[in-house]
């Protein structure tokens, strides 16, 4: 199988050709939920609707408020862009629970578990991003 698609960031030294490529549904569909989550809205040439933003929210108030906001517009995205997927799970990180592990407070981490339902197969995406 040659591939499906570019991995992104675009890396050189493929088998086949000279980027690594996808090779499974599985990961192209990861790579595809992890850029609508990243991917703000407005970013997306002639789809100004695209997207979650994430980074949108990095300087909210933390707190619940704000991570069901981020959970509504997962959901709402996933709906109307990747309907194949269910989401399982939306988990965050927060700045007291980094603090303990020795890790920097200044990032939004979550983790979406999701399946693939055509697939029938479970994932987890992970997500950090810097808060300032």
Known sequence: MAGLT???PLTLGGDN???????????LIKQNFKNLILTAPGERIMD????????NFLFEN???????G????????????????AII??????????ENQGIDTNL????IEYEIVPLDTVDILA????RN
Request: aromatic share 12%; hydrophobic share 35%.
């Open 6 to 8: 570019p991995k992104l």
């Open 17 to 27: 050709g000279n980027y690594k490529l996808i090779k499974t549904y599985k990961n």
């Open 48 to 55: 100004p609707n695209f997207g979650v933003g994430i980074r």
């Open 62 to 68: 933390d707190g619940e408020l704000l991570y069901s």
């Open 70 to 85: 981020i959970s509504e517009a997962i959901e709402r995205q996933i709906q109307t862009y990747m309907p194949f997927i």
């Open 89 to 98: 799970d939306i988990s965050f990180s927060n700045p007291s629970q980094l």
């Open 108 to 111: 939004l981490s979550l983790s």
């Open 127 to 130: 997500i950090s991003a810097p």
